[in-house]
Structure formats: C-alpha cells, structure tokens
C-alpha cells in the first residue's frame, strides 16, 4: 500500500475532518504503517466557519440500528447505546487534503 485515499462529509477550518465511522481508525493505520493518509474532497466540503473538528456536529442515528437486527431486538429492554454516524480525524493525522483546485498541507 503507497496510500490511503478517503472522502469527506466536512472538513474544519484547522484541516480536522468528519468522515464515515472507521476514518479515524483509517488514519491511525496509515501512520502507523508510515503511508501518506490524504483526504479528497470537493472545495464545498471546506467549512472555514467551523473552527475545529470539536464543532462539527455529529449525527447520532439512534439506538434502534444497535440494539435490534431486521426489526428484532436482540438487546434487553431499556439498553441504550450512542451510534454515531461519523467519526472525526485530527488534522495531524492527515498528510493532505486534495480539492479540485488545491492541495491543503494541514
């Protein structure tokens, strides 16, 4: 493997950015295996009034997907769980963000 190539759903002004859960994990892979992780994206994504990945706000799709499998709950009544549907990867895992018309070195 040379590289890691993943999109993004919105990127910070600081370069952190939200992408479907297991980016994070993506990224912690790729420096770890000492490959370039690059984020590719449209300019649109960039959002210069969300100062970090702290403020992005992160969908939270309900407990109803972890705790029943095709409608049949397979988790006690009353269990609750968090199911985020993004994760966020800080800037300095991101080696960098390609647009269509630039190159961001976070």
Do not use: C, Q, W
């Amino acid at each position: 493997m040379d590289a890691v190539l993943i999109g993004a759903d919105r990127i910070a002004a600081n370069g952190d950015t939200a992408n479907k859960i297991g980016s994070y994990a993506l990224a912690l892979g790729a420096e770890r295996a000492g490959v370039p992780f690059v984020v590719v994206a449209p300019e649109s994504t960039i959002d210069p009034g969300t100062p970090t990945g702290g403020h992005i706000e992160i969908e939270d799709r309900g407990a109803g997907e972890i705790v029943s499998i095709r409608g049949v709950r397979v988790a006690p009544e009353g269990t609750d769980a968090i199911n985020p549907a993004f994760d966020v990867t800080p800037r300095d895992l991101i080696t960098a963000i390609v647009t269509e018309s630039r190159v961001i070195r976070p």
